[in-house]
Structures are given as C-alpha cells and as structure tokens.
C-alpha cells in the first residue's frame, strides 16, 4: 500500500511540473490584417499554434533562406515567418487564413522571436 501511494504521488509530482512548465512559456499574440489574430507558444523546432480557439502542434520545416516555416499535416496548417511579417495558410483547404501577422516585438522592428538563436537570424 505505502508503494503504491509512493507511486502514485511520484507521477502526481512529475504530472503537475510539467503543468508548471508549460505554463510559463511565454505566449505570443500575432495581429494580423483584417483584425485577424493567433498566438504562439513553443520554440524555433516547435510551436503551438492557437487559432480559432483550438491548439495545434506545428513542427518546423525546411524553407528558403530567410524564413522559419512550421507545419501540421494532419491539420493542414502552415505557418510561414519572415523577418518582418507572418502568414497562416491551411494547405488542406488551400487558403490564406491570415496575413502580414506581427508581433509586438515585431512592430517596433525587432525580428520575430521565434528567430532567437536560429541559423542564420543570430543577431551580433
């Protein structure tokens, strides 16, 4: 009995930090054109997307110089990030759902904290 309730207070533990965890990652609200808006939480490898109330995993993906692009095949979303602006695209239905998308950061002329670290957006 007292093993099993070790057990089970082990995984509570490990349950409620990786609760504590997420919830200090930062999350980053895009303002798009047409008063459209998203937001972010995640790394340069991988990014929660949240859009239209609903979260989706977005793995990162190879792309042209220049640009970070993340995407969820089974969703059909894409996100492409530039230096200065953002697009959302569900591929599945083949549309633009939001376009020239900025974070605060990015409005004041800063590049897209998404590109912190990234090769080759490491800034001197």
């Known amino acids: ?5 070790l057990a089970i ?12 965890a997420s919830a200090s990652e930062e999350v980053i609200t895009w303002t798009c054109q047409e ?5 972010t939480t995640g790394n340069t ?3 929660r997307l949240t859009w ?5 995993d977005l793995e990162r993906q190879t792309s042209l110089p220049g640009s970070l692009r ?9 996100l492409v990030v530039l230096g200065n602006k953002a697009m959302l695209f569900n591929i599945k239905a083949g549309v633009r759902l939001a376009d020239f998308c900025q974070t ?5 002329g800063k590049l897209p904290h998404l ?3 990234a090769e080759p957006f490491v800034q001197n």
């Open 1 to 5: 009995m007292k093993k099993n309730f």
């Open 9 to 20: 207070s082990a995984v509570l533990a490990s349950l409620l930090g990786a609760v504590n």
């Open 35 to 39: 008063s459209k808006q998203f937001k």
């Open 45 to 47: 490898e991988k990014v």
């Open 52 to 56: 239209e109330s609903k979260s989706y």
């Open 70 to 78: 993340y995407k969820n095949t089974n969703s059909g979303y894409d």
């Open 104 to 108: 605060a950061d990015m409005k004041s």
């Open 115 to 117: 590109f912190a670290g």
